[in-house]
């Protein structure tokens, strides 16, 4: 569908974006990640043949984007990153111009017109000014004008920012519904949206491609192990006794408190204190079943298990700030950026891919994320 | 052809709506009955010649150009709507002309009005309508051009004013290309003479359809469309 074959940018002397090389199958929806500046619209603006590459070529349905530009384009629906709207214009005549533009045939423009107004929401606003629109909507009516071609191939950079949970949502259900039908890649800086959303993402930083992968497969992907903690009635020591013997799973202690300490003794006995744990399995095997039966059997109750998984979140520091640490005066500023990221998730509704403790996280990439993710996840 | 038409649509709509239009055709009407009152009312005898009018406030136009062109494609690069439009099936020669074409239409509402001072006249003698209609043939080929000018001011910044000033100065160039080497008679003043913008309009008031001059006004629109189009082109390769 779409193919991106060593794709280079080069701005004046700077360079925007490196020998960038993928392909897009039929029907996939791509999530394209990056820190600012990565180089994620640049990339998108090639391929919806705003700019030309200065090397390399894009091909969409084995047609050059660069040769045969126009043929390319109208099965290419692009949505910008600032819907790009006319303020004077109403809603449907913005729309009735796009269709023409985009040569939705003549005697279906006003249909396809009625039929983007009831799909996006926009009934009772069709005579509305453009200038008069919330953000949402705007946002709607230039999602509205990238599919009233029914394209092929979609492209979205960050359809989703700047809106409301509620509008999140909804405009995540409609590019899923989208995803039936067209092949779809979206940029965004909202990481959960990409594992909701996505069934393959791609990570951009400086310009080269970092990673490419489905969202759910990262754990293994990144060489993960299985990940359990617990918090467990029990004493630090007692705890110990029972899972060092436990060959199969590595131990490690985050927080052990001592009821002893705390000065409520009317409800507590001597013994009443509680470990929490985390614990890392050699391989990605499932051992929470075996763990339940060794600790009950030793008598020590189970308060709270979870298993843990690598977010998204770390991946992209992971990827983004390793990567950075070359050039040192860039880390600070991607911490940064990643930092805000993490920030921008709290609004957004999805949570399941929460963010754990930076501990669980392996050795070799450098500490001082870590330890910031730490106290982020505090 | 359909996605020119949609450009110029909606280029039209947006002269209707936009309050510099308005303002430009104000400062028009405005100016040209002032010069119509000073030189067909107020100068006594009053003389029935359209042409002494028209002489009076073409260089109107010079200020009125710049202001309804400066939009078309200055406002698209600050909305950030080419993006819409370059990533469209539309090729750019489309796009640009699909401009052009509306700001002809609104060139010949111009004309339109301005035609209202030879219908005054009528009422107080008998005027050749003859050279009436040749003039206001002549001031849509000369219009013509200077929107193409226009037009191609308005490629060359995101800023209205930028567009409208850079037209301006274009217009001025051409239009004083003929008193710009002084004394008349010398060698540049000869080669400069026929590319001036006001000497080829003289064919038309004085009545005569004339080959030359419809190829000179033709081609200058031509020219600086191919230039707008080269402009907007060469903005995929930043």
Known sequence: MLEVKQVSKVYEGQRGVHQLDFTMERGEIVGFLGPNGAGKTTTMRMITGYLHPTAGSILVDGVSVHEQGQRVRSKIGYLPETPPLYPDMTVQSYLKFVANLRDVPAREVKLRVSEMVSRLGLQGRERQMVRGLSKGYKQRLGLAGAIIHKPDLLVLDEPTSGLDPNQIIEIRDLIRELGQNHTVLLSTHILPEVSTLCNRMLIINQGQLVLDGSPQHFGSAMGDEFKVSIEVKATAEQLHNVLTPWEKVRSEVIQASDANTTKDTSSTSASATTVKMLLTGENSEDFREELFYLLSGAGLPILEMKKENLSLEQIFLKLTTTEATDTDANSADVDKVADAEMDQEDVSSDNDLSSISGTSLSPSTDASSHSRKGEDSK | MRRMMAVCNKELQAYFLSPTSYFAFAVYVLMTSLLFYSSFVYYQPSIVDYRLVLGDTLSMLLFVVPLLTMRLVAEEFRQGTDELLLTSPARVTEIIFGKYLASLA????????????????????TLDMTTVWMSALGLLFLGGSMMAIGLFASTLSQHQMVSAVAGFIILLVLWMLDSFAGNTGSALQQWLDPFALTNRF??????????????????????????????????RWR
């Open chain 2, 106 to 125: 609104i060139l010949v509402v111009l004309i339109l009005c301005s035609l209202v001072y030879p219908f005054i006249m009528s009422f107080y003698g």
């Open chain 2, 202 to 235: 003289d064919s038309f008031m004085k009545g005569v359809l004339s080959g030359p001059d419809i190829l000179y006004y033709v081609t200058l629109s031509g020219v600086f469309l191919l230039l707008s189009i080269q402009i907007v082109e060469r903005k």
